[in-house]
Structure formats: structure tokens, C-alpha cells
């Protein structure tokens, strides 16, 4: 069964820093999928965040992370994190992984999502 599960999320003080894991269960490697994270804030739309290659090598980021989160991944453990530092209250969003066998793709082309984890920042 696909599945992926998030997880790190919470209420948070502007400044802090948090780290959100996604285990992944695919119907192929972890290693052949490319992943993203996304967030949906109230009210609004889905939006990129970040995404990494296959072996980690390749990220890129949604220009609003301006060098404040780092997306990684560990193939062995099937898990792609996102490290956010010096969260800012315009963070607070549901934050999901996606997975997809090519890396780069549109949000609308990503395979399978998980359902998310809340991150909630206070000023």
C-alpha cells in the first residue's frame, strides 16, 4: 500500500526552527522517486516549496524560503525531511510531501501525497 506519512508539525514561536519528517511506503524504491514538500495556508491554494532528485544531489525551492528551509533525504530510511529555520507566522500552513517518479515535475503531476501535518506559528 502507498503511503506517506508526515510528521514534526505543531504550534511554534516565530523565530524557531523545526524539522518535518515524511516516511515514505511506494510501490517502487524510495530512490526512484523525486519528492517535494508543499504547503496550503488558510484560505489558499497549494504551493511548492521544495524539491530534491532522486539521490539528493538536485534541490531546488520556492522563491519565498529565500535560504531559510533545506530539504533532504535519506534513501535508506525512506524519508525526506524539511528543515525550516527562523519560522515567520506567514509559515503557518499544512505542509504535505508528494513523491514522483521525475524530478521537477508541476504540483499537479506528483503520483501521491500524503495528508499533511500542521505547522501553526505565533508571533
Known amino acids: 500500500q502507498v503511503q506517506l506519512v508526515e510528521s514534526g508539525g505543531g504550534l511554534m514561536q516565530a523565530g524557531d526552527s523545526v524539522r518535518l519528517s515524511c516516511v515514505a511506503s511506494?510501490?517502487?524504491?524510495?530512490?526512484?522517486?523525486?519528492m517535494g514538500w508543499f504547503r496550503q495556508a488558510p484560505g489558499e491554494k497549494r504551493v511548492f516549496v521544495a524539491a530534491?532528485?532522486?539521490?539528493?544531489?538536485?534541490?531546488y525551492y520556492g522563491d519565498f524560503v529565500k535560504g531559510r528551509f533545506t530539504i533532504s533525504r535519506d534513501n535508506a530510511k525512506n524519508t525526506v525531511y524539511l528543515q525550516m529555520n527562523n519560522l515567520r507566522p506567514e509559515d503557518t500552513a499544512v505542509y504535505y510531501c508528494a513523491a514522483d517518479s521525475y524530478f521537477g515535475s508541476p504540483q499537479r503531476d506528483y503520483e501521491f501525497w500524503g495528508q499533511g501535518t500542521q505547522v501553526t506559528v505565533s508571533s
Open positions: 530534491i532528485s532522486w539521490s539528493g544531489s538536485t534541490t
Open positions: 511506494l510501490d517502487k524504491p524510495f530512490s526512484d522517486y523525486g
